[in-house]
């Protein structure tokens, strides 16, 4: 509220993907004045795969059967205990045939205890069909042999083992925690699998990886990618185009202004371009863009990306360019993330930059 004028302003966060196991579809709301809504998948639709135990089974049958570890880098809250769910029907119906109960590692503290929460009272946030099961007395997420490594030591003590086993592991995008050292000790081995089963970002170590690069740098030293790399796109937790677009028609007028966010640029611009073929007033704001809400207008443009998306069909596709590409996305973060740094820490990246700008400026 302002001068006496309230406006209402609803940030959607991350929605949800729809008929998810355990989680309840994502909730509607009727009223806003302005809505700041992600655009994570804003430009596609998911595949149309209604089961992905048997995709999921054969990756890990085929990994088993080699002698190697299935490794997967997860989001500790909400895809590590969908992945539970999975793995425990697959244990179940006994899918998996060359080692049945393999054993499954859950290497997070995170995950542990955000896994924990669904030994409680659960009515509210997940579906009627989970509730009514934890009612009886059963957990969806629970089988034999599975794991939970605490200390970093557990963690550690995992690739000493060379006997096949799942590992699932955070962070998501494999840009930060355990799984780095998970990917070292098994990146090498043509005999593993890394699975991915989440949105990465350009410029994450998780985004080079699906698209194809052949070696990485962990821990100083350069490891060379020859396990066999998985992406299961559909298991993404955001909702697609559809979804996003269900999301928004559930408001009873359109909003005055809908600021798109949390997507990669290209992404977020289609997005908005659709919305505006909608008819709905649409705005995907540059970094540090400031926006007057009482009088419906943008004050400052904030700072404009640079153009850096490749031509459509040329050159991003192969996976040399590729791992470029998604390097100098990443380079145009750090960049965001030193702001305030000190101004002789800044001088120096920046000259840096030009060294290497003037390297390959021909």
Excluded at 87 to 97: P, S
Excluded at 333 to 347: F, M, S, Y
């Amino acid at each position: 509220t302002e001068n006496g004028e309230t406006k209402k302003i609803v940030f959607s966060g991350d929605i949800g993907n729809l008929n998810q196991p355990i989680i309840r579809d994502p909730q509607y709301i009727s009223e806003a004045d302005y809505v700041v809504m992600e655009s994570t998948y804003g430009n596609r639709e998911h595949d149309p795969i209604a089961n992905y135990i048997p995709q999921l089974a054969k990756v890990f049958d085929d990994t088993f059967a080699a002698g190697g570890n299935v490794v997967i880098p997860s989001f500790a809250v909400g895809r590590t205990q969908e992945l539970l769910y999975y793995i425990r029907e697959m244990k179940a119906k006994h899918i998996v045939k060359s080692v049945p109960d393999f054993p499954v590692y859950v290497d997070s503290p995170l995950a542990s205890e955000a896994t924990k929460v669904y030994s409680g009272n659960l009515v509210g946030y997940a579906d009627d069909d989970t509730v009514r099961v934890m009612k009886d007395g059963f957990n969806p997420l629970l089988f034999t042999n599975l794991h939970t490594c605490e200390s970093v030591e557990e963690s550690r003590a995992l690739n000493d083992d060379m006997s096949p086993k799942v590992i699932i592991s955070s962070s998501g995008m494999c840009e930060a925690g355990r799984i780095r050292h998970h990917l070292k000790h098994n990146l090498w081995r043509p005999e593993c699998s890394i699975v991915f089963v989440g949105y990465q970002a350009e410029g994450t170590l998780g985004r080079m990886l699906i698209d194809g690069v052949k070696k990485v740098k962990l821990f100083g030293e350069g490891i060379a990618v020859t396990a066999k790399i998985y992406n299961f796109k559909a298991l993404s937790g955001h909702a697609d185009r559809t979804g996003l677009l269900r999301w928004l028609s559930a408001f009873q007028h359109k909003p005055e202004r809908i600021f798109i966010v949390h997507g990669e640029q290209l992404t977020a611009e289609e997005f908005s371009e659709e919305l505006a073929r909608r008819g709905y007033h649409s705005y995907v704001p540059n970094f540090k863009a400031v926006a007057d809400l009482t009088a419906d207008r943008i004050i400052d443009e904030g700072i404009a990306p640079e153009k850096l998306h490749p031509m459509r069909g040329a050159g991003k596709g192969t996976s040399t360019f590729g791992r470029l590409f998604s390097a100098g996305q990443r380079l145009l973060r750090v960049i965001q993330h030193n702001e305030g740094c000190a101004n002789k820490d800044l001088a120096r990246f920046a000259d840096q930059i030009i060294a290497l700008c003037d390297k390959w400026d021909r």
